[in-house]
């Protein structure tokens, strides 16, 4: 059997970028003594046997690569986890999305910063199963703990994460064609995540869509919102904005932000 570990300083990265001292130290910053105890009980418990490094680190949290040997000695299975940093400037901007949140009514402590980061993680844990069970492509959420979430990873075998969309290259003579496929692809899952799970995304962009094979993937909806919260329209017009902006710069003849609206709403 593989032997348990935690590499999390000298570490194979799943993707080659430019990572400066400052960053390391960042990404290294986030696991404090309880993260770390959360990490061994989740190799204790056989849900990964390795963790790697950071994949992203970000302002809010890191994304840390991991993998699973099976017992029966089946193919290893990649994950991801991600952490959420407990600091506490990082959250001042959080309020906006978690007030009118009726789920998070009880829980919702501007004065406890811990407990502001996990229920953060909790949503975004909920989110995911949401989209998952409506079948919106996205990480299957698979294991959380106070402010660590475990999900499926989305890249390849070797460990190398899909690209966002915003990186997203083709080839081929229809290019064109490909964008304006992966437009329309867009507008059907934003619609599916309005009327079948009842949220809004809150952040959408080409930074929160990972790209394979002609498939976007959405990431990231630790912010998004119920459809009744008080400020779900105004967040759907941003991202609908936002999405637009995009694809017109990739030379897609997109349709007026108000059609869309209409479209994912009606
Ligand atoms: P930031 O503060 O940088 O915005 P974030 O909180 O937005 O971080 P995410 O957007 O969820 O975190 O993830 C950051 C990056 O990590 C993504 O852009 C993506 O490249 C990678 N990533 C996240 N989840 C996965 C996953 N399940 N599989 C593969 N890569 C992932
Ligand atoms: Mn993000």
Same mark, same amino acid.
């Given at each position: 059997?593989?032997?348990?570990?935690?590499?999390?300083?000298?570490?194979?990265q799943? %993707?080659?970028?430019?990572?400066?001292?400052?960053?390391?130290?960042?990404? /290294?910053?986030? #696991?404090?003594?309880?993260?770390? =105890?959360?990490?061994? %009980?989740?190799?204790?418990?056989?849900?990964?046997?390795e963790? +790697?490094?950071?994949?992203?680190?970000?302002?809010?949290?890191?994304?840390?690569?991991?993998? #699973?040997?099976?017992?029966d000695?089946?193919?290893?299975? $990649?994950? &991801?986890?991600?952490?959420?940093?407990? &600091?506490?400037?990082? !959250?001042?901007?959080?309020?906006?999305?978690?007030? @009118? /949140? +009726?789920?998070?009514? &009880?829980?919702?402590?501007?004065?406890? *910063?811990?407990?502001?980061?996990?229920?953060?993680? /909790?949503?975004?844990?909920?989110?995911?199963?949401r989209?998952?069970?409506?079948?919106?492509a996205?990480?299957?959420?698979? =294991?959380?703990?106070?402010?660590?979430?475990?999900?499926?990873?989305?890249?390849?075998?070797? @460990?190398?994460?899909?690209?966002?969309?915003?990186?997203?290259? !083709? &080839?081929?003579?229809?290019?064109? %064609? $490909?964008w304006?496929? #992966?437009?329309i692809q867009?507008? @059907?899952?934003m619609?599916?995540?309005?009327?079948?799970?009842k949220?809004? +995304?809150?952040?959408?962009?080409?930074? *929160?869509?990972?790209?394979?094979?002609?498939?976007l993937?959405?990431?990231d909806?630790?912010?998004?919102?119920? +459809?009744?919260?008080?400020?779900?329209?105004?967040?759907?017009r =941003?991202?609908?904005? *936002?999405?637009g902006?995009? !694809?017109?710069? $990739? @030379?897609?003849?997109?349709? %007026?932000?108000?059609?869309?609206?209409? !479209?994912?709403?009606?």
């Open positions: 059997k593989h032997a348990a570990k935690i590499r999390l300083d000298n570490v194979k799943s %993707q080659e970028r430019d990572k400066d001292k400052a960053d390391r130290a960042t990404a /290294e910053l986030v #696991l404090d003594q309880r993260t770390r =105890m959360i990490l061994l %009980q989740m190799i204790n418990r056989g849900v990964v046997n963790i +790697h490094g950071a994949i992203s680190t970000g302002k809010e949290a890191n994304v840390y690569g991991a993998v #699973l040997y099976p017992d000695g089946s193919e290893p299975i $990649q994950r &991801a986890i991600k952490i959420y940093k407990t &600091a506490i400037l990082v !959250f001042k901007d959080r309020e906006r999305y978690i007030t @009118g /949140e +009726h789920r998070f009514k &009880a829980g919702a402590d501007k004065g406890n *910063n811990r407990k502001m980061v996990k229920l953060w993680a /909790e949503k975004e844990f909920r989110n995911l199963r989209l998952h069970a409506a079948g919106i996205c990480p299957e959420p698979l =294991m959380l703990k106070l402010h660590v979430l475990v999900m499926e990873f989305l890249g390849d075998k070797r @460990g190398y994460a899909y690209p966002r969309l915003r990186d997203a290259r !083709f &080839a081929g003579d229809d290019i064109d %064609q $490909q304006r496929n #992966l437009y867009l507008l @059907g899952i619609r599916r995540l309005y009327q079948v799970c949220l809004v +995304h809150a952040d959408l962009s080409e930074y *929160n869509i990972l790209y394979n094979d002609d498939r993937y959405i990431i909806v630790s912010q998004s919102v119920e +459809h009744d919260h008080p400020r779900a329209l105004e967040f759907l =941003m991202d609908i904005k *936002n999405v902006d995009f !694809f017109r710069r $990739q @030379g897609v003849d997109t349709l %007026q932000d108000r059609a869309i609206f209409n !479209f994912i709403t009606a």
